[in-house]
């Protein structure tokens, strides 16, 4: 059998096997948006360099359950000396999952603004008329604007 390189579906069936057994790990009172966040670190940079990064936000003063201005700093912490040698799972190169998220993020926000702000953008379910017609013949639930008539 070939390795899964060669094959899209079963390398995707993989990771998506990870992701779940990385997000079931962490604690179930977790709020879901950030276990979604831890997940993709993890899913970035290994589980074990997350649960360092946990701790290591902890000791800082961080919250070691938000990501966002949290974990993400620990996380960068963990690609110097001073903290990556205390560290169970050691080095990390933590911009990588920090950018890997915040990309991620941002993608995600500008998919919900685009479809939530420019309701213009979403695709018609009903065809407009070539011109302003009588409410009569205007399709159902068309919004038509009647001027009023010229003065005479």
Not at 86 to 96: D, L, N, Q
Not at 120 to 148: H, K, L, W, Y
Request: with cysteine; glycine share 6%.
């Amino acid at each position: 059998m070939p390795p899964p390189l060669f094959e899209p579906e079963r390398g995707i069936k993989a990771g998506v096997k990870y992701m779940d057994w990385v997000r079931d790990r962490f604690n179930p009172a977790l709020p879901t948006v950030n276990k979604l966040w831890f997940t993709l670190a993890s899913y970035n940079a290994g589980y074990g360099h997350l649960l360092d990064a946990q701790r290591l936000a902890e000791q800082l003063g961080l919250d070691p359950n938000v990501w966002f201005d949290n974990v993400e700093v620990a996380m960068l912490k963990l690609a110097q000396p001073q903290y990556f040698k205390r560290a169970r799972y050691g080095y990390v190169r933590g911009s990588e999952p920090v950018q890997y998220v915040r990309n991620i993020s941002n993608l995600y926000k500008a998919y919900v603004e685009m479809m939530s702000d420019d309701v213009s953008m979403r695709p018609s379910t009903q065809q407009t008329p070539d011109r302003f017609c009588s409410p009569s013949n205007t399709p159902e639930g068309m919004i038509v604007q009647v001027s009023p008539p010229p003065s005479q």
